[in-house]
């Protein structure tokens, strides 16, 4: 049976939706600016700037403007440089001469094939697409999405890619008209706020290379030894649990293998805080873990229990947040099935079952002939009926695969999970 989330989506819709109030003073953005929402986010965390108390909205972003800020929401504006400048219009006395070099470095924003980085010149609004596209994690992008679009035409063929992953992504700006793109204008300051939102709301979605490479501690998750990797690098906007690291989680509601089938969704939650050895707090208690299931075994004769094979997905934590997650069970096929106790449990019935019956069997052959013979007939009957049992025990079907709510089942992370703050 699929579980639907739709409480979680309604309140994620909520939650996107609520305009928080100015916390500082913006004398040329009112409350009712399309962009609004977005330019308080942007300045209240330092992302971009005033010019005294204005934003400046409409003016053009420069590729220096889009590069200080872009660092600062990949958490990389302190980033140790310790590679040579190579851009021919470059010197140390450039203004932002360092964040011109960290972004080279990371391979963020890169320069012209002449050897320039022209700092103080207008972005376009395809290569601020093309940067999201670059630093985003890859994918098979839908290009029918570009339909959507009534000036799909005007891309550039090198960048058609790029929209259509950033719009998979929703990773973009389409305003004032919501069926344009209009890649080749350039890129206003309200725009540049709209898509700096945007990414620092999906640093999920962003390579763990290019997130918090400057400011990240190692900290170490400790649920079992078995575990391929037990490393959690912890930033300043996100933690990332390694790939091979190890996690508990309960099902949400009982499971009965019999009564899913292959596509269907299951939930997971973990009734405690997931902190790392050192005490920082990694996945916050009642978050929620989706998976698919991808195929089911049904039991077979001869006591092969039934298997199931759920992929995790997604995790929604408590605040509606929905990211990235690609985990299944930590076993040796990655299946989920009942254990040797519960086996040995359904072969234990079937070995009293069959003694039960051997006992009255031996009881019965043996008072025929002669009631004095009883204890004879108990004697043979007994381990004849147990060894009959077990023999049935074992070459019958095996056991479905069944779960109460709350049960615990560990699973391994097969890539990093980026977990926002």
Not at 65 to 75: H, P, T
Not at 141 to 151: E, S, W
Not at 384 to 397: D, R, S
Request: with cysteine; glycine share 8%; hydrophobic share 40%.
């Amino acid at each position: 049976m699929k579980k639907l989330i739709s409480g979680t989506v309604a309140a994620c819709i909520l939650a996107m939706n609520a305009v928080p109030a100015l916390a500082v003073s913006i004398s040329d953005v009112n409350s009712n600016y399309w962009a609004a929402k977005e330019i308080t986010s942007v300045v209240n965390d330092n992302i971009m700037t005033l010019s005294g108390s204005r934003f400046n909205p409409e003016d053009s972003m420069t590729r220096i403007e889009f590069v200080n800020s872009l660092l600062k929401v990949l958490s990389n504006e302190n980033l140790n440089v310790n590679i040579t400048n190579q851009f021919s219009d470059v010197t140390t006395e450039t203004p932002n001469y360092g964040n011109i070099l960290r972004s080279q470095q990371l391979g963020l924003v890169y320069g012209y094939p002449d050897g320039t980085f022209q700092p103080e010149r207008v972005l376009l609004r395809d290569e601020a697409q093309s940067v999201v596209s670059h630093i985003t994690k890859d994918m098979v992008a839908d290009r029918t999405v570009l339909a959507n679009f009534k000036d799909a035409d005007t891309i550039p063929a090198w960048a058609t890619n790029v929209y259509a992953k950033t719009i998979n992504y929703g990773i973009y700006v389409n305003y004032p008209d919501a069926s344009e793109l209009r890649p080749l204008d350039s890129l206003s300051r309200a725009e540049a706020a709209v898509l700096l939102a945007k990414l620092r709301d999906k640093l999920d979605l962003v390579k763990s290379e290019y997130v918090g490479a400057g400011s990240t501690t190692v900290e170490h998750l400790n649920v079992t030894k078995k575990a391929p990797s037990n490393e959690v690098y912890v930033g300043n906007t996100q933690n990332v649990i390694a790939e091979g690291n190890v996690l508990v989680v309960s099902f949400e509601d009982k499971f009965k293998s019999e009564e899913h089938a292959v596509g269907d969704i299951v939930t997971f939650i973990n009734e405690e805080d997931i902190c790392t050895e050192e005490g920082t707090l990694v996945i916050p208690a009642g978050s929620k873990f989706v998976a698919q299931i991808n195929e089911i075994k049904d039991q077979k004769w001869f006591n092969k229990n039934a298997r199931v094979y759920p992929q995790l997905c997604q995790i929604i934590l408590p605040n509606g947040k929905q990211l990235a997650f690609n985990a299944k069970p930590f076993t040796k096929d990655y299946s989920l099935k009942e254990g040797p106790w519960m086996t040995a449990g359904k072969l234990a019935l079937y070995t009293v079952g069959g003694a039960a019956v051997g006992t009255g069997a031996g009881v019965g052959f043996g008072f025929i002939p002669d009631p004095s013979r009883i204890g004879t007939g108990i004697a043979i009957g007994t381990p004849v009926g147990a060894a009959i049992g077990l023999v049935t025990g074992l070459v019958t079907p095996g056991l479905k695969y069944h779960a109460k709510a709350g049960e615990d089942i560990q699973v391994i992370l097969l890539d990093n999970a980026a977990i926002t703050k």
